[in-house]
Nanobody, 128 residues
């Protein structure tokens, strides 16, 4: 059974950093593109970043470019989101999601419709 579990969220001051982790189990991570999404209260879920199945291609939302970095370790079945220079507007529940992708694909989607497997989310709050 495919399962994704996020961790690493918490309360941080503006300008601070957090590293989110997404642990995958029940499937071979290397066959999936992974996306990070977030949802703030009263807002739609939005794509933050994605990484293709090999890790060679990444995308970022304009709002986080230069501040967030996505990475993956297929051997450990882990995906990470390093978040630096956090702002209050980054406050949201963050989710990781998996989408099957052919081996060697550079596919890296950022739309929720492309992802069929989701974690339960981890809360990130940026506040002084």
């Amino acid at each position: 059974q495919l399962q994704l579990v996020e961790s690493g969220g918490g309360l941080v001051q503006p300008g601070g950093s957090l590293r989110l982790s997404c642990a995958a189990s029940g499937f071979t991570l290397g066959y999936y593109a992974i996306g990070w999404f977030r949802q703030a209260p009263g807002k739609e879920r939005e794509g933050v970043s994605c990484i293709n199945n090999s890790g060679g291609n990444t995308n970022y939302a304009d709002s986080v470019k230069g501040r967030f970095t996505i990475s993956r370790d297929n051997a450990k079945n882990m995906v990470y989101l390093q978040m630096n220079s956090l702002k209050p507007e980054d406050t949201a529940v963050y989710y990781c999601a998996a989408a099957p992708a052919p081996s060697g694909s550079s596919w890296c989607p950022m739309m929720t419709v492309n992802f069929h497997s989701w974690g339960q989310g981890t809360q990130v709050t940026v506040s002084s």
